[in-house]
């Protein structure tokens, strides 16, 4: 996983790297492939702002969250990044095995009406 990250009116920590890249490797679990993940960190007024951007092999999903707190602040965004990607997961897997008992399904009753017509 390639991960870029920028920051915005703060100053960069090898410790905020740290954490967003260790964070970050725990999405890699749903989808194999290529993935790069863009994280972009400000500060507005006394908000505290992490947005993560992730593209892979047919996914491009992003989120945005806003604390108090900028490492409360990934590890929301890292959370809600997981939900959107197990439901992304669920879709893809259940389109995939609808389509699979559909094909089994076709080719039972095809079976079928071949032996009765015979």
């Given at each position: ?89 669920e879709i893809v897997t259940d389109k995939h095995a609808a389509e699979s008992r559909a094909f089994v399904l076709n080719a039972a009753t095809t079976a079928s009406a071949s032996t009765t017509n015979?």
């Amino acid at each position: 996983m390639q991960i870029d990250m920028s920051f915005k009116h703060m100053d960069s920590t090898e410790a905020i790297k740290s954490h967003a890249t260790e964070k970050s490797e725990k999405l890699t679990k749903y989808f194999d492939g290529k993935m790069h993940a863009t994280w972009n960190f400000s500060v507005e007024k006394l908000e505290h702002i992490a947005h993560l951007h992730l593209v892979g092999n047919h996914i491009d999903q992003f989120c945005e969250v806003r604390t108090d707190n900028l490492y409360a602040s990934i590890d929301e965004a890292v959370h809600k990044m997981e939900k959107q990607l197990r439901k992304l997961k669920e879709i893809v897997t259940d389109k995939h095995a609808a389509e699979s008992r559909a094909f089994v399904l076709n080719a039972a009753t095809t079976a079928s009406a071949s032996t009765t017509n015979e």
